[in-house]
C-alpha cells in the first residue's frame, strides 16, 4: 500500500504506472517465480483513495469522429459510470472542428481522452490551441470498428443484440464505447464488472454551457485560481456524502431548463425548508452514509480493502 503515493505522484506528472504482481506461489515455483502486469494506472483510470478526489469524477472519455457525427463516450471506473451522446460534427470547409468536444472536456475535467491514432494529430493541435491539460491517448484505428466495437458492447452487458441499450443504429456511439471498453480492459487487466449499464444522454431539458461561460460565472471555480472558495460550489457545497458533491456539480454544469422540473426541485427544497427537524434529521443520518458507488465498484472488481 506504501505504492499509492508514489503512483498519485507519478500519474500527476504525466506518467502511466504499471503494477507488476507474483502471479504464483514462490513455493510452488520452479526457478524464477513467474510475474505478469495485473494493471496499468493512467491519468483517467486512478481511482486510488489518496488521490484526494472524492467529491470529483474521474472521467476518461473516448471520441468518435465520422464526417456527419462525433461520439463521445465517458466513464469512472471509480463509481461504475459510463455514459455515451452524439451530436452533429461541427465543420469549417473541409475541416473539421473539434470545439464541442473540447469545451465538454474541459467543462468535465475529463483526466483522459481516448482517440484514434488516425485524428490524433488534429485533436492533439486543437488541445494545445485551447491549453487544455487533459492526457491523450492514442489507439489503433481498428478499436473504432463498428463490428469489433458491437461484440464488445453486447459481451460486456450480456445482450445479444443493441436494441435494449438503445444503441441500435447508432454506429459512432457504439463504435466509442466499444473502443473505451476495450481500451479499459486493456489497463485495468480484468473484467469490467462495475460498469452495468450505459445511460445515452440527449441532453434535453438541460442548459449546456460553453467553458467560458462555466469560468465567468464563476459555478465550479474562481477566474482567478480556479479555487471552489469563492465559487457558487463553494458556498452552495454543503453536501454530507461524496456521492451528493458529485451530482450538485452534475447540476450546476447542466442547470435546468424544464419548468415542471425546476419546480419539482424547487418544492423539494421548500419542504425541507419548512421542517428544520427532519432537514436536520437527514443532514445527520447522512453524515454515516458512505460512498457507495465507489465502494461498490471495487467490490465489483475483487478490489475492495
Known amino acids: 500500500h506504501s505504492a499509492d503515493n508514489y503512483v498519485v505522484k507519478l500519474i500527476e506528472k504525466g506518467y502511466k504506472v504499471a503494477i507488476c504482481e507474483q502471479v504464483e506461489d514462490p513455493a510452488e515455483a520452479k526457478g524464477i517465480v513467474k510475474r505478469e502486469i495485473t494493471r496499468i494506472y493512467t491519468p483517467g483510470t486512478l481511482d486510488i483513495s489518496e488521490a484526494g478526489r472524492s467529491e470529483n469524477n474521474i472521467f476518461i472519455a473516448s471520441a468518435c469522429v465520422s464526417d456527419e457525427l462525433t461520439a463521445v463516450a465517458l466513464a469512472d471506473i471509480s463509481t461504475g459510470e459510463l455514459s ?30 481516448v482517440i484514434s491514432d ?5 485533436v492533439e493541435l486543437s488541445l494545445s490551441e485551447h491549453m487544455l491539460n487533459v492526457y491523450l491517448d492514442r489507439i489503433d484505428s481498428s478499436y473504432y470498428r ?9 459481451d460486456q452487458f450480456g445482450v445479444s443484440s443493441l436494441i435494449p441499450l438503445d444503441l441500435e443504429g447508432r454506429e459512432e456511439m457504439t463504435a466509442a ?15 469490467l464488472d462495475q460498469f452495468t449499464d450505459v445511460i445515452i444522454k440527449q441532453h434535453d431539458g438541460v442548459m449546456h454551457l460553453d467553458r467560458s461561460t462555466l469560468r465567468n460565472l464563476e459555478l465550479l471555480g474562481t477566474i482567478y485560481d480556479g479555487d471552489i472558495r469563492g465559487s ?3 458556498v452552495i457545497g454543503k453536501t454530507r456524502t461524496a456521492m451528493g458533491g458529485r451530482l450538485l456539480r452534475a447540476w450546476l454544469r447542466e442547470p435546468l431548463t424544464e419548468v415542471v422540473e425546476i419546480r419539482r426541485r424547487l418544492d423539494a427544497v421548500e419542504e425541507l425548508r419548512n421542517d428544520p427537524i427532519k432537514a436536520n434529521n437527514i443532514s445527520n443520518s447522512l453524515k454515516y452514509i458512505y460512498d457507495f458507488q465507489r465502494l461498490t465498484a471495487r467490490a465489483a472488481t475483487g478490489r475492495a480493502d
Open 177 to 191: 464505447i466499444g473502443a473505451l471498453l476495450m481500451y479499459l480492459r486493456d489497463t485495468q487487466k480484468g473484467d
Open 118 to 122: 488516425e485524428i490524433a494529430s488534429e
Open 146 to 154: 463498428y463490428q469489433t466495437a458491437r461484440d464488445v458492447v453486447m
Open 232 to 234: 457558487l460550489l463553494g
Open 84 to 113: 455515451a451522446y452524439e451530436y452533429e460534427t461541427e465543420k469549417e470547409g473541409k475541416r473539421i472542428l473539434y470545439e464541442r468536444l473540447l469545451n465538454d472536456i474541459s467543462i468535465l475535467d475529463v483526466k483522459e481522452l
